[in-house]
């Protein structure tokens, strides 16, 4: 597990700098993204401790500093940390870094009124998932907020539904209508049976809905919340814009208290 966490590490890395070309962004204009709107309701943020777990260039970090009281921001990918302070510019003095894995948090137990932890519950190893959710719930205090948002591999079985009746609907034989459903939405990057993506280096976890709610429960969280975060239909989704008339495609957003 260590080995694969390290070379993870270096993987993450490497795609810092290229990284708002191949990921999905969960801050543009346009997604319907409740993380947000739950963390601005946090009250009295000023008076309050917050960490952002694998905070990668940045972009939580842009939305807390100087409204938060104190802020942390971990991430195990060197070259992440650097492009994050370079957005922060003077401010990243206001934050305190962290290079490491999310489950070495012993240090700061008990220190956190709010963890955040947006698309990086990523690793492909169950076990380090388990010990990383252990990990952040006994970094909070008790009265604490854990907020996340994870990618979801349902929402790649209902790209692929619609493509597929699209397909169908043009008149396509079935076998034509699969593989071009396939190739859109890049089946050949995922298992879908455990849930895995993997792309260049990269291996990452993909969640089913019922896997967020018994992983959080299985660490000891309580109160949990799970809601879509909708994204909207453009390039970066597949099919894109012809699909507009459907609903959003989505990845999963949720709270949990510790
Ligand atoms: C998809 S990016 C998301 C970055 C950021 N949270 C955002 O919203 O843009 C995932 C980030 O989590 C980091 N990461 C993944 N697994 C990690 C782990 N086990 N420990 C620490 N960082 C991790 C990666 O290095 C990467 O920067």
Sequence with gaps: MIATITQQARHWSRHAEGYENVFLDPYRPGVVNPL?????????PGGKALIDLGCG??????????????????????AMIDRARQRLGERAEQVTFHIRAMHELDDLAGQFDVAVAINSLVMPDTRAIDRTLK?????????????????????????TLLLMDRALDEGKAPSIAEAEAARTAEHHLFDFAFGRFAYKG??????????????????????LTLEKLLYPW?????????????????????????
């Excluded at 947000?36 to 009295?44: C, H, I, Y």
């Excluded at 453009?234 to 510790?258: C, L």
Aim: glycine content about 8%.
């Design 57 to 78: 260039t940045g972009p939580l970090l842009e939305r807390v500093v100087g409204r938060f009281g104190t802020v942390h921001a971990l991430d195990f990918a060197p």
């Design 36 to 44: 947000l709107e739950r963390l601005e309701a946090v009250p009295t």
């Design 234 to 258: 453009d390039d970066d989704i597949a099919g894109g814009a012809a699909f507009a008339d459907h609903p959003p495609s989505w990845d999963w957003s949720f709270t949990a208290r510790p």
């Design 202 to 223: 990269l291996e990452q976890k993909f969640w089913q809905p019922f896997e967020v709610e018994y992983r959080l429960k299985k660490a000891g969280f309580t109160e």
């Design 135 to 159: 990990a952040i719930r006994n970094c909070l205090k008790p009265d604490g907020l854990f907020l996340g948002i994870v990618p979801a591999i349902d929402a790649v079985h209902y790209s």
